[in-house]
């Protein structure tokens, strides 16, 4: 079994910074990607970054410039970096990861339990 637990999120007035962290944990062979989706009240949930295990990363536009992703490889961690925060962050940020179990075994997608940022005006 594999968890996923994220800290980090709450509130923060627009223009400041929050950092977002989850660690991996279980039984893991490899992590191929690392990603952070959000999910606004009412709005499908969005990736908003994503980060290859050789360090390629993907912004979804709105968060490009602002938002930085990394990842540890060694710690099965992944960091999100959240700057110039604006009202419409708002959301529930929720850590993915697509890993494998074993060597040759399937990829699975696991999903940590969400933290909740919102940046007020």
């Known amino acids: 079994q594999v968890q996923l637990v994220e800290s980090g999120g709450g509130l923060v007035q627009a223009g400041g910074s929050l950092r977002l962290s989850c660690a991996a944990s279980?039984?893991?062979?490899?992590?191929?990607?690392m990603a952070w989706y959000r999910q606004a009240p009412g709005k499908q949930r969005e990736l908003a970054a994503a980060?290859?295990?050789?360090?390629?990363?993907n912004y979804v536009d709105s968060v490009k410039g602002r938002f930085s992703i990394s990842r540890d490889n060694a710690k099965n961690t992944v960091s999100l970096q959240m700057n110039s925060l604006k009202p419409e962050d708002t959301a529930v940020y929720y850590c993915?990861?697509?890993?494998?179990?074993?060597?040759?075994?399937?990829?699975?997608?696991?999903w940590g339990q969400g933290t909740q940022v919102t940046v007020s005006t």
């Open positions: 279980g039984s893991i062979f490899s992590i191929k990607t």
């Open positions: 980060i290859t295990s050789d360090g390629a990363t």
């Open positions: 993915n990861a697509a890993l494998l179990g074993a060597a040759w075994g399937p990829l699975y997608d696991y």
